[in-house]
Structure formats: C-alpha cells, structure tokens
C-alpha cells in the first residue's frame, strides 16, 4: 500500500540494453510509493497501462512475483523492437 505522505521515486530505474538476436529481453524498473501505475513509452508516446499493450503485441509488462509497483517490460526474442 502506497504511503499518500511519500513521494513516488524510482527503486529500480530502466537501463539501456544491449541484446543479442534471438534473446528474450526484460526491462526492469520498480517505483516505491508508487501512486497509480506504472507507465511505458516508446519514443515518448505512453504505451498504455498495460500489462497488454493496444497496437503493441510485442510488448507486455512482467511482474514476478506480481507486487505494487513492479513494472518490468517483456519482448520475446522473436519480436524484438528495433
């Protein structure tokens, strides 16, 4: 449960990645306090609030386990985005 007297702050923040062809690809990033949910964009367009994405099928938000405030981004090896 969020703390309303705390300010939301990244805990895990994305990351430039470099992958290989073929491989899956998991961008981390978890939010403390976080006050709604967490939020992807792709060339600064919002992808939407997931975990599925509208447009977007390649992409989908993890959470393992699932707790409030992970948001981790999945893109399997076969639709990698360039």
Known sequence: ?????????FYVE????AVT???DVILLCSVVNLQ?????LKNGFGLGPGPLF???????IVQQPPQNGIGNLYSPS???AT
């Open 1 to 9: 449960m969020p703390d309303a007297g705390q300010t939301q702050k």
């Open 14 to 17: 994305p990351r430039d990645t």
């Open 21 to 23: 062809g073929g491989d």
């Open 36 to 40: 709604g949910t967490v939020q992807w």
């Open 54 to 60: 509208d447009g977007y099928p390649r992409y989908r």
């Open 78 to 80: 076969k639709m990698v």
